[in-house]
C-alpha cells in the first residue's frame, strides 16, 4: 500500500549533520507510523527511531537519544530524520520503515521497508 525512497545520506566529518528523507507514496500516508532503522557492515540491523501517524508519539535508541530528531510532514508525504553529533559509530545503511505503531515498529515489525542511504561518518 506504500512505497519508500529515502535520501540525503552521505559522507560527512565526526560531529557533524545530515538530514535523511524518506518520501512516500500513497493516499494513505498519514495512516502509518514510521521509523528508521540502520545496519553497519557485520552488524545486526538496529532500530533508531519511530514516530507515530500523528506525530504525537516518538522513539530513540538510546545511542542517538539527544543527537537525532525524527520527524514528519504528512502533507508532503514525508518522514525525516535529523543526525547531529555524528560519530563514526553512526555509519551505517539507514533505512526507512511504515508499520502499524510505534511499539512494534521499534522491534522491526513492519509493513514496507525502503531500500535504504548510506551514511558514512569519518573521523
Known amino acids: 500500500q506504500v512505497q519508500l525512497v529515502e535520501s540525503g545520506g552521505g559522507l560527512v566529518q565526526a560531529g557533524g549533520s545530515l538530514r535523511l528523507s524518506c518520501a512516500a507514496s500513497?493516499?494513505?500516508?498519514?495512516?502509518?507510523?514510521m521509523g528508521w532503522f540502520r545496519q553497519a557492515p557485520g552488524k545486526e540491523r538496529e532500530s533508531v527511531a519511530a514516530?507515530?501517524?500523528?506525530?504525537?508519539?516518538?522513539y530513540y535508541a538510546d545511542s542517538v537519544k539527544g543527537r537525532f530528531t525524527i520527524s514528519r510532514d504528512n502533507a508532503k508525504n514525508t518522514v525525516y530524520l535529523q543526525m547531529n553529533s555524528l560519530k563514526p559509530e553512526d555509519t551505517a545503511v539507514y533505512i526507512c520503515a511504515a508499520g502499524a505503531k510505534v511499539a512494534v515498529i521499534k522491534e522491526g515489525v513492519v509493513g514496507t521497508w525502503g531500500q535504504g542511504t548510506q551514511v558514512t561518518v569519518s573521523s
Open positions: 514516530i507515530s501517524w500523528s506525530g504525537g508519539s516518538t
Open positions: 500513497g493516499r494513505t500516508f498519514s495512516s502509518y507510523a
